[in-house]
């Protein structure tokens, strides 16, 4: 079938794309250098980390959410959200 092409809304400092039967909100967060280890400590991801979430968090990604439904996809504020995963993005340093 069809699928609904990925928004950037740069300004909301969002993505949404289409997730099975629904649409996924993403922010491109700009978190300070050490957010990370706040959730895992100094050293890092413990030795056991393969694929586990961090607690969901939705008071640190209201603005975000709050400018996708108001600018992006008004439709959002009819819907509401299913779930919410709060989990890092791995990205190379280069």
Same mark, same amino acid.
């Given at each position: 079938?069809?699928?609904?092409?990925?928004?950037? =809304? /740069?300004?909301?400092?969002?993505?949404?794309?289409?997730?099975?039967?629904?649409?996924?909100?993403?922010?491109?967060?700009?978190?300070?250098? =050490?957010?990370?280890?706040?959730? %895992?400590?100094?050293?890092?991801?413990?030795?056991? %980390?393969? %694929?586990? /979430?961090?607690?969901?968090?939705?008071?640190?990604?209201?603005?975000?959410?709050?400018?996708?439904?108001?600018?992006?996809?008004?439709?959002?504020? =009819?819907?509401?959200?299913?779930?919410?995963?709060?989990?890092?993005?791995? %990205?190379?340093? =280069?």
């Amino acid at each position: 079938g069809s699928r609904v092409p990925v928004l950037r =809304d /740069l300004r909301g400092s969002s993505y949404l794309r289409q997730e099975q039967d629904g649409i996924l909100v993403g922010p491109y967060e700009m978190l300070p250098a =050490d957010a990370v280890h706040r959730e %895992w400590g100094r050293g890092g991801p413990p030795s056991t %980390w393969a %694929w586990e /979430l961090f607690p969901d968090n939705v008071d640190r990604l209201e603005a975000v959410l709050e400018h996708a439904m108001e600018h992006t996809m008004p439709a959002l504020q =009819d819907v509401g959200f299913a779930s919410v995963v709060n989990g890092p993005t791995i %990205w190379a340093p =280069d």
